[in-house]
């Protein structure tokens, strides 16, 4: 069975600084998917990045970055220049490659983005 | 494109009662979620559909929960009858046959009293 850890139950950044959320997780597969998701008040979940884990390249999406360490099973999220609109909680997933399988969770971080 | 569409929002019950939950996924998206997301963690599949289907629903309470997408389109999740600790948030996603993505709806936050 696959597990994923989110370690930090919450973290506080001023706004325009850098920030980074970590996340581990176990499995005995070698091919997956990684995630991100931010879940603001709203409910709504939204993804913010996803890592192939064949691809060594680490994958970006504008202020969003991740550091993907395979062998130590390591999946952190950078946010760089935090605005306002990110204080969220944020979910680090897991899915197998197999297509259309179920994500499994981390319990969250809850992020804080002060003026 | 609409996204994901739930309904209701916000529900709340007696204990005992039943209540259903309804999820339109996106257009064309084969695959559909219902997840479990307690408060203070993150969400767990119940069941997962392709087309009509139920291809996993080894997570789901077959004694009070049902489920059903009969025309593979629009999705029903039931409670019969809800209890105290069935009061969570109720999300649908759904995803092209085989992809990775899935997006989410606004979720059903169901209290039962």
């Known amino acids: 069975a696959q597990t994923v850890t989110q370690s930090q139950p919450e973290m506080s950044v001023q706004e325009a600084e850098t920030v980074t959320l970590s996340c581990t997780y176990d499995?005995?597969?070698?091919?997956?998917?990684l995630f991100w998701y931010k879940q603001p008040p709203s409910r709504q979940m939204i993804l913010v990045i996803r890592q192939e884990a064949y691809k060594q390249q680490n994958a970006t999406e504008n202020r969003f970055s991740v550091n993907f360490q395979k062998a130590a099973k390591s999946f952190s999220l950078k946010i760089s220049d935090s605005q306002l609109g990110d204080t969220a909680m944020y979910f680090c997933?897991?899915?197998?490659?197999?297509?259309?399988?179920?994500?499994?969770f981390g319990k969250g971080m809850k992020l804080t983005v002060n003026p | 494109e609409a996204g994901v569409v739930q309904s209701p929002r916000y529900k709340i019950i007696e204990k005992k009662q039943p209540v259903a939950f309804w999820c339109n996924p996106i257009s064309g998206h084969n695959t559909l979620y219902w997840y479990l997301q307690n408060l203070g963690q993150g969400p767990e599949l119940l069941i997962r559909y392709e087309n009509e289907e139920a291809v996993d629903d080894s997570q789901l309470p077959k004694d009070r929960f049902s489920a059903e997408r009969l025309k593979g389109v629009d999705s029903t999740l039931k409670i019969q009858p809800a209890e105290l600790g069935d009061s969570a948030v109720y999300l649908c996603?759904?995803?092209?046959?085989?992809?990775?993505?899935?997006?989410f709806g606004p979720g059903t936050r169901l209290t039962v009293l």
């Open positions: 996603a759904s995803s092209l046959m085989g992809g990775h993505e899935q997006f």
């Open positions: 997933a897991f899915t197998l490659q197999g297509g259309s399988e179920k994500l499994v």
């Open positions: 499995t005995s597969e070698n091919n997956y998917y």
